[in-house]
T-cell receptor, first 117, second 113 residues
Framework: DVKVTQSSRYLVKRTGEKVFLECVQD?????MFWYRQDPGLGLRLIYF???????EKGDIPEGYSVSREKKERFSLILESASTNQTSMYLC????????????????FGEGSRLTVL | AQKVTQAQTEISVVEKEDVTLDCVYE???????LFWYKQPPSGELVFLIR??????QNEISGRYSWNFQKSTSSFNFTITASQVVDSAVYFC??????????FGKGTMLLVSP
């Protein structure tokens, strides 16, 4: 069974702390994504990676960074957590679009709910 | 730029009612893909369907059906004879060109017994 695993379902951190959110996929997917989900705002893309050691900014990258040293792992880093980063964080992976079959489908992890106090 | 609008924030129905979730999209590309995802209370988004812009055939999968109309830029999702287990947030999403997937803000469906 294909799987995207996020290391923590629930985290509580203090303002100013450095926070690591880890995501691992076992499908050998090239592309990986980090979204945050907030009520009324839907899913917003923070960062994504087309391949190992590659990263691209999404729509809301400010206050975040990422790391992709291995194909299966994509980490989201909050250098100095702030209260406005309290949110649900969702990791996803997929293979690139080739225009055939059922590709392009994103596989999601269960999410990490972060509270910053 | 691409955009997905799900105008219905929340819908409440009673079990066995039919319900339609609306999705309107905007893109300048002629080749694009539309998706629906379901997010149950557990949190994990589950893929429901993918449709490319050249295939306007409607699709039915059990109690689920999708109506794709390019003329109105809509990709609506209907659940027939809804059940409590259908309660979830449903997201419509669009992929075109070299962009990443753009999601709508979601529609929360509440099905009561």
């Amino acid at each position: 069974d294909v799987k995207v695993t996020q290391s923590s379902r629930y985290l509580v951190k203090r303002t100013g702390e450095k926070v690591f959110l880890e995501c691992v996929q076992d499908m050998d997917h090239e592309n990986m994504f980090w979204y945050r989900q907030d009520p009324g705002l839907g899913l917003r893309l923070i960062y994504f990676s087309y391949d190992v050691k590659m990263k691209e900014k999404g729509d809301i990258p400010e206050g975040y960074s990422v790391s992709r040293e291995k194909k299966e792992r994509f980490s989201l880093i909050l250098e100095s957590a702030s209260t406005n980063q309290t949110s649900m964080y969702l990791c996803a992976s997929r293979n690139p679009f080739s225009g055939t079959g059922s590709d392009g489908e994103l596989f999601f992890g269960e999410g990490s709910r972060l509270t910053v106090l | 730029a691409q955009k997905v609008t799900q105008a219905q924030t929340e819908i409440s129905v009673v079990e066995k009612e039919d319900v339609t979730l609306d999705c309107v999209y905007e893109t300048r590309d002629t080749t694009y893909y539309l998706f629906w995802y379901k997010q149950p209370p557990s949190g994990e988004l589950v893929f429901l369907i993918r449709r490319n812009s050249f295939d306007e055939q409607n699709e039915i999968s059990g109690r689920y059906s999708w109506n794709f109309q390019k003329s109105t830029s809509s990709f609506n999702f209907t659940i027939t004879a809804s059940q409590v287990v259908d309660s979830a947030v449903y997201f419509c999403a669009l992929h075109s060109g070299y962009s990443t997937l753009t999601f709508g803000k979601g529609t929360m469906l509440l099905v009561s017994p």
